[in-house]
Structure formats: structure tokens, C-alpha cells
């Protein structure tokens, strides 16, 4: 079969991709996807089922490497096998981030990448539905200027959002912390308390996903055409004229019922298998460090040392307490601190004291994985993610309060972690299996983030108004947190319940090559003429956001480039 693009899955990049690159009926695209059609599937569509599934068969069920700083366990790490990929089972939380963190993409080494070139496409794929009377009784504000009304990514609040008083407590009582609230987190600046948007048809009380935004629209178009399978490596034009960047003449991929076939062509190559499988396609296909691609037995075409390094993942922590009164509906109430928030006082000293520890940190993160990225060069980037922090004052953590029958939940994260890790091939024939080793919390800052976001978390619950609603502390085991615990028992919690937050990035940076990038500011890999990666692999450093918002309008700006060049 030969076609003029052939992208690799067709989940949340993809599928943008194949709608954008099919537009033209001269331009025949196909995608591989081993996943299925979840159209009709409950689990995704119901916009209040939201975990039902995860463990299915349209999840991956991939697991981490055992982890340290979670008592060496391997953790289950969730991604969706579907036609719209990972969109199909997330939370539907659509939050963009804070300004400057995109503008720290120009700072890597990617011209033209940052918040204002940026905005203008978040606002063109979405389409939001300004919420009613009722709703915004329920606590749903809006700024419409921060809003886009003809995209295809439907965003509202649910009607399911839960009314009565809760939220007018719990608003009351962040205030009381010192947290005010932001009528409309989707302008770049996060910070505060906020009731967020969602990817979803609120009319047709459907979830918003990839593929019910960008395919199933254009589903019918002959020159577009979704192929069931799974890529296993890029294929070559000419190998290799020293000096020239290597042209890819198509991909391998496994049917069903495991034959190889091949697809030619005739454009580009599109990767858009995601941040955990991308790398691996790279890796097989001769794209990688030396070092890991003998070990596998492939030959080197390509020396990228950052293929599959960089990977950056939040660790998410859970508390749960019992309550007087029984909730039904939905509470999408998150929580943004700044270091400043979260430090108070201390924050100066805690400042200078971590600018101090830069070039240590860079050490034990290089060494955590094996020296592949110098320690030099992580020290760089930590720099300006040190900056971010305590210079621009980009939110570090989040905390989402939530309700769940008679049960009040917090789920917290930090959201800019210095430790990093990598997602590599583990042998030729695990193309399924990645190696995803997030080094969760090597970094003591970022243990140190955690912790006081946990004890920022624990406080609302005996903050007035909302403490009024609390019975007691019920914890994964029926352990019980204390109010003024040690350092020493927040570390255990957050250990013993170590989950990831699903949001990993980075694994083939958008960067320049010397700091460890894969693809340059036109998502092309280095070192070859007509390979591009575009999904959360390119993102090059954690956000104040969930990646949604932002890789559809990474995605839309990929389309603009492949259609342009
Ligand atoms: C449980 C969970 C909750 C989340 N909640 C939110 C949220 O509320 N809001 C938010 O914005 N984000 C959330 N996220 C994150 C967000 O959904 C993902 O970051 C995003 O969807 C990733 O998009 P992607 O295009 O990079 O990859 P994906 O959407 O994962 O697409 C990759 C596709 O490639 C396919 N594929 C894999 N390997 C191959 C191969 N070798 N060949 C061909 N195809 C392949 C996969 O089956 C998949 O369809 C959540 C994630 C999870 C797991």
C-alpha cells in the first residue's frame, strides 16, 4: 500500500493529524492503530465515568520499573488503546498552564514556541459552551475572551456539576487558606482556587474525545483510512549517505494476528504513538543511544542520545476523608500554589538554597540514568526551570477537592518535578512493553513539594466553612495521618500510596540537539528529512496544566508545518 503520510496511532495527536493532513482529497493519509473503535463503548462515552476504564482492554496496563521512592514496587501506569488513544479514558480535565512555562520552550532552543504563539491555537480548537444560570450557580465562571467558539474540541462544564453548598464551602475555606479564586483558569496564570472546564459535549452528555472531535467528522473521506496494527519500525529510503539526513520511505507494522506488513510513504512519517511508545518506534528503528540500540541487537543509523530520557512525570497522592453528608454529581474544584504560597516565609531562604543544589541535583539525575544526559546539560535546564519557580512564579502544585458519595477527597501533585527518567525499548519483540522508569521523587525539592502540598491538602479539611462537613481521616489501609505529622510519616504516605498522575512528557523533546533534543522546532527527528514526532514525546518541560489543552493546539500547529513544507 503506498500513501502520501502514514501516522503512527491514532490517539489524541493523531487523529488531529489525520483530519488536518486528509483535508486535501489529493493527499492520501493513512494511520496505524492497534487499538478499536469505542464509539459506542459506556466507559468512555459517559461523561461521569471517568476510571471505569481503566483496566480494560482499551487500556494499555503498562507498569512502571520498580521505583524507589515507592518502596521499590512497580507501579501501574495507565494509556489508552483506542481510536482517539489516551483521550478515550482521561479525566477530561481541559486546563492549559501557566504563560511563562511555554515561553521557557524558546528558551530550549525552539524558535517561535511560546505562550503567544500558542494561545491562538488553544483558542482554535475549542469550542466552549458558555455555562448556564444553573451552572454558574453550581460555580462555574468564565472568562469568554480566554475561549474559542469554532474549534473542534467541545469543552464545558458537565450538567452533572454538583450543587447545593458545597461549593460555596469549599471556596470559602481555600479562601481562608489564601488561596482566591480564578474565575477562569484557561488564561496562563493558574494560581488560586478554580471550577475547571471539561472535553465534553455538554448537550449531547457525551465524553469530547480525539475521535469524536477530529475523526469520526471526516471518517468518510476516501483518501483516509485507519488501518488496525501496530508500527514496529520506520522504514528507509537509502541507507546512509554519510552527512545527509536519512528519508523514510515508510513503517513496518503487526496485524492482528501477527503478520508484518509494510506501508509505503511517499511524504512523511508521523509518530503519534505517545510519550511511552514513540521513543521505542525511534529506537527500533535505528534512532537512539548506541548503547541501548546494540544491546538490542539494532544497528545505530541515527546517535540521539535523548530519545526516551527527559521523561518527566508527576507523582499523585490521594487523601481521603469521612463526611457528613452523601454527594452525587461532579466536583471539578482544583487548587494552583505557587512555591511562595507553599513556602511562606521560608520561601527566600528555600530560594537560595536550592539554587545552591542545582549542579548536585543535575549530577544525581545524569547518574539515575546512567549519564546518558550530562549532568552539565541537565544543570541548564534546571536553571530555568529553577527560574520559573522562584522568578516567575509559575504555579508547583495542584490539588484537585473532590467528593465522592459520603467520602471528601483531595488528589495532589507537583507539577514541575526535577527528577526525570526515561521510557526505553526492552527488547526488539516487547514493541508493547515499554520500560517506563519515571525515577519518581529522586529529588529530595520535589519530595519536599509533595509534602507540603499533602499538608496544604490535609489543612482545607479543618478549615472553616468546609470543616464542618468532616468526620474523620480515612486513609488507603485505615491508617491515620495525623494534623501535625512528621516529615517522616508524609514521607511514608506518599510512599507507600506512590500513583502516577498520567501526565508523562518529554521522552523526545522538542529541543536542541545539545541539550538531549530528538525533534527540532518543526517536530522534525534530527538527522532525518521527512520524520516527525508529534505528541506529548516533544513537550519539553512539565506544565501548570493537563496536557490536553495544550497538545491539540500542538498538534493543529504540527498540521500547519507538514502542510507548509
Ligand atoms: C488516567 C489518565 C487520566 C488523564 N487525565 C487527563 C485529564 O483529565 N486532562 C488532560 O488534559 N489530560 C489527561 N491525561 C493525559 C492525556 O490524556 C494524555 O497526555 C494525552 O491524551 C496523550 O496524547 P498523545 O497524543 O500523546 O498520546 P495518546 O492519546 O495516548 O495516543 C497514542 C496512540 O498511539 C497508539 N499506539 C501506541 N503504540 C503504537 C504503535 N507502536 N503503533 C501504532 N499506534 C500505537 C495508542 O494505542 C494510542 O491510541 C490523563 C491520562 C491518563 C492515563
Redesign the pocket.
Known amino acids: 500500500e503506498t500513501c502520501d503520510y502514514v501516522i503512527?496511532?491514532?490517539?489524541?495527536?493523531?487523529l488531529v493529524l489525520a483530519n488536518r493532513l486528509s483535508e486535501d482529497p489529493n493527499v492520501k493519509v493513512a494511520v496505524?492503530?492497534?487499538?478499536d473503535d469505542v464509539r459506542n463503548n459506556p466507559n468512555v462515552t459517559d461523561v461521569t465515568a471517568?476510571?471505569l476504564a481503566?483496566g480494560t482492554e482499551i487500556?494499555?496496563q503498562y507498569t512502571t520499573t520498580p521505583q524507589p521512592a515507592g518502596g521499590n514496587k512497580s507501579i501501574p501506569?495507565?494509556?489508552?488503546?483506542?481510536?482517539?488513544?489516551?483521550?478515550?479514558?482521561?479525566?477530561?480535565?481541559?486546563?492549559r498552564g501557566d504563560k511563562a512555562e511555554f515561553d521557557a520552550w524558546e528558551y530550549l532552543g525552539n524558535d517561535g514556541w511560546n505562550w503567544d504563539t500558542l494561545y491562538p491555537y488553544m483558542k482554535q480548537v475549542e469550542r466552549f459552551s458558555s455555562p448556564t444560570v444553573a451552572q454558574q450557580a453550581a460555580g462555574a465562571s468564565f472568562n469568554p475572551e480566554y475561549h474559542g467558539e469554532d474549534g473542534a474540541v467541545t469543552t464545558a462544564f458537565p450538567f452533572e456539576l454538583l450543587n447545593g453548598t458545597f461549593h460555596e464551602l469549599v471556596q470559602q475555606s481555600w479562601e481562608n487558606l489564601g488561596y482566591p479564586l480564578n474565575p477562569d483558569v484557561n488564561g496562563g496564570e493558574t494560581r488560586g482556587f478554580d471550577v475547571w472546564p471539561?472535553?465534553l459535549n455538554r448537550d449531547a452528555g457525551v465524553r469530547q474525545d480525539?475521535a469524536r472531535a477530529y475523526y469520526y467528522p471526516v471518517e468518510q473521506r476516501p483518501n483516509l483510512k485507519i488501518i488496525k496494527?501496530?508500527?514496529?519500525k520506520i522504514t528507509w529510503a537509502d541507507i546512509v549517505e554519510s552527512g545527509r539526513p536519512l528519508l523514510a520511505n515508510g513503517v513496518e507494522?503487526q496485524t492482528p494476528d501477527r503478520q508484518t506488513l509494510a506501508i509505503t510513504a511517499t511524504r512523511e512519517v508521523l509518530l503519534?504513538?505517545?510519550?511511552?511508545?514513540?521513543p521505542?518506534?525511534l529506537e527500533r528503528s535505528g534512532i537512539g543511544n548506541p548503547a541501548i540500540l546494540e544491546k538490542n541487537g539494532i544497528e545505530t543509523l541515527i546517535e540521539l542520545n535523548g530519545v526516551g530520557e527527559h521523561l518527566q512525570e508527576q507523582p499523585n497522592t490521594v487523601l481521603g476523608y469521612s463526611s457528613t453528608v452523601n454527594l452525587t454529581g461532579t466536583a471539578p474544584f482544583a487548587t494552583f500554589a505557587t512555591a511562595r504560597d507553599l513556602f511562606g516565609d521560608e520561601y527566600a531562604a528555600i530560594a537560595a538554597a536550592t539554587d545552591a543544589k542545582l549542579s548536585e541535583w543535575a549530577r544525581k539525575v545524569s547518574e539515575a540514568n546512567s549519564g546518558v544526559i550530562s549532568a552539565c546539560i541537565l544543570e541548564k535546564i534546571f536553571r530555568l526551570q529553577h527560574d520559573l519557580i522562584f522568578k516567575k512564579n509559575v504555579t508547583i502544585g495542584e490539588t484537585i477537592t473532590s467528593v465522592s458519595g459520603n467520602i471528601l477527597v483531595s488528589a495532589f501533585w507537583l507539577l514541575l518535578p526535577f527528577s526525570r527518567g526515561s521510557v526505553h525499548l526492552k527488547s526488539v519483540e516487547a514493541?508493547?512493553d515499554p520500560a517506563i522508569d519515571p525515577e519518581y521523587l529522586i529529588i529530595d525539592f520535589d519530595l519536599a513539594v509533595q509534602t507540603s502540598l499533602g499538608r496544604l491538602s490535609q489543612e482545607l479539611w479543618f478549615t472553616d466553612p468546609v470543616s464542618d462537613l468532616v468526620v474523620s481521616n480515612v486513609l488507603p489501609g485505615g491508617s491515620i495521618l495525623p494534623r501535625n505529622a512528621t516529615d517522616a510519616q508524609w514521607t511514608a504516605f506518599i510512599s507507600s500510596t506512590l500513583a502516577?498522575?498520567?501526565?508523562?512528557?518529554g521522552s523526545a523533546s522538542m529541543m536542541s540537539r545539545e541539550l538531549g533534543g530528538v525533534v527540532d522546532s518543526k517536530l522534525k527527528v534530527y538527522g532525518t528529512s521527512n520524520v516527525r514526532v508529534?505528541?506529548?514525546?516533544v513537550v519539553p518541560l512539565q506544565m501548570s496544566?493537563?496536557?490536553?489543552?495544550?497538545?491539540y493546539a500542538v498538534?493543529e500547529r504540527a498540521a500547519e508545518f507538514i502542510k507548509n513544507s
Request: proline share 4%; charged share 5%.
Open positions: 503512527a496511532g491514532a490517539g489524541t495527536c493523531g496505524i492503530e492497534p487499538g471517568f476510571t481503566l487500556d494499555w501506569f495507565h494509556a489508552g488503546k483506542a481510536i482517539g488513544g489516551t483521550s478515550t479514558i482521561n479525566g477530561m480535565t481541559y486546563i471539561q472535553t480525539a496494527g501496530t508500527v514496529t507494522y503519534s504513538a505517545g510519550a511511552v511508545r514513540s521505542l518506534i514493541i508493547n502516577p498522575n498520567h501526565h508523562p512528557v508529534v505528541d506529548a514525546s496544566g493537563h496536557l490536553t489543552a495544550t497538545l498538534a
